[in-house]
C-alpha cells in the first residue's frame, strides 16, 4: 500500500512541477516577446531620429558650400578688379 502511494504523490509533485515550470516558462517568453517589440521601436525610433539629424546636417553642409561658392566668386571678383588696376 505504501509503495502505490508514493508513486502516485511523485507522480502527482512531479506533475505540480512541470505545471509551475510550463507556467514561468510562458510567462519569460511573454517577457522576451516584450523585450525585443520595445527594443525593435527603440530602434525605429532611433533609426529614424538619426535620418532626421542626417538630413539636417546635409542641408546645413549645403548651405556652407553655397556661402563658399558665393565667397569664391567674390574672391574672383576682386582679384579681377585687382589685375584690372594694376593693367591700367
Known amino acids: 500500500m505504501k509503495e502505490p502511494l508514493t508513486h502516485a504523490i511523485k507522480k ?15 510567462e519569460i517568453l511573454e517577457e522576451i516577446k516584450s523585450i525585443k517589440k520595445r527594443q525593435e521601436e527603440d530602434f525605429r525610433y532611433l533609426n ?6 542626417i538630413g539636417q546636417v546635409r542641408g546645413e553642409i549645403g548651405q556652407v558650400r553655397n ?17 584690372n588696376i594694376k593693367e591700367k
Open 67 to 83: 556661402e563658399i561658392s558665393q565667397l569664391n566668386q567674390r574672391i574672383d571678383t576682386v582679384i579681377q578688379l585687382l589685375i
Open 48 to 53: 529614424d531620429k538619426i535620418d532626421t539629424q
Open 12 to 26: 502527482v509533485t512531479l506533475e505540480l512541477i512541470y505545471q509551475v515550470v510550463d507556467e514561468r516558462t510562458s
